[in-house]
């Protein structure tokens, strides 16, 4: 079985190996392999540092990093945050400025879209739904009630805004929210083998990426970039693996990202972490 291959030596080339979640780690039952698993743990083992780099807010990555047993920095909301979430420690943090929440919700309004916040330790909706639901359930995030006229005034800084569809029927709406805020904050789109008719739409602070993320978690630990290799599986991973000195893509990705890519590595439903890992690593 290719994935369960192993190498004798260690490739000391890569000091940092950085990690989309949903679909390149999280398969369509929501589990990471214990092929995949193994991999991560002798990768760390062999003294490479290991970090996530993800859409998702901080909390809903508490429970794959114990599974990990990972620790030290990750990054997290789409690039807009980079922090170490066990000793609450900030290295890079892009917050949306109160006015362009602001803009956001106004917009989302206007075009009948549910829009989502969250700050570094909470999640705003304006109504109870599917969404939170499906948030609470998935992500293990669950929802404080707020009014939406008044959630730019908040204490809380706001990381990112979410909105997630699952009908054709709503892309009209998006595209119309899109047009209208795309020259204000950064937009894209994700997916997740779990949810697979579900698209998950990141609204960031201007010129957030994963990229830039990775490139300023780089600077700290001492790591040039041509020592850092990336995998990822959607759009929303152009930008990481275009800074990363290995740049590796699932064969679940789109074309897209495979064309930048230095290598397609097997599906996440067929250990391609674990495939890329004792590749270039092991």
């Known amino acids: 079985m290719i994935c369960a291959e192993r190498r004798s030596s260690i490739n000391p080339r890569y000091k940092l190996l950085v990690l989309d979640i949903d679909g390149t780690l999280l398969n369509k039952n929501g589990a990471i392999s214990e092929n995949d698993r193994q991999a991560l743990s002798e990768v760390q083992k062999a003294g490479i540092k290991v970090s996530l780099c993800t859409g998702r807010v901080t909390r809903a990555c508490h429970k794959i990093l114990a599974q990990l047993s990972l620790n030290g920095f990750h990054i997290f909301f789409d690039g807009a945050l980079v922090c170490d979430p066990i000793y609450n420690q900030e290295i890079y943090s892009r917050p949306v400025e109160p006015a ?8 989302a309004f206007y075009c009948g879209v549910q829009i989502e916040f969250f700050s570094g330790s909470q999640y705003f909706s304006d109504k109870v739904s599917w969404r939170t639901e499906l948030r609470q359930t ?5 929802p404080t009630i707020v009014d939406y006229g008044s959630v730019w005034q908040m204490k809380e800084q706001i990381i990112k805004g979410g909105i997630i569809i699952r009908s054709p ?4 709406k998006i595209r119309q929210f899109a047009s209208i805020i795309q020259d204000q904050l950064s937009i894209t789109w994700t997916r997740t083998p779990a949810f697979p008719d579900l698209a998950f739409i990141n609204i960031t602070a201007p010129g957030v990426s994963k990229g830039k993320a990775v490139e300023a978690l780089a600077s700290y630990l001492g790591i040039p970039m041509d020592e850092v290799a990336a995998i990822g599986d959607g759009t929303n991973d152009i930008a990481l693996l275009s800074s990363a000195g290995l740049a590796i893509a699932m064969q679940n990705a789109p ?3 495979k064309a930048i890519a230095d290598h397609v590595t097997p599906d996440v439903e067929h ?5 890329a890992i004792r590749k270039y690593f092991l």
């Open 138 to 142: 998935f992500f293990g995030t669950s």
């Open 271 to 275: 250990c391609g972490v674990a495939h």
């Open 169 to 172: 029927e709503e892309d009209p």
């Open 255 to 257: 074309e897209e990202l």
């Open 100 to 107: 362009l929440v602001r803009e956001a919700a106004k917009a």
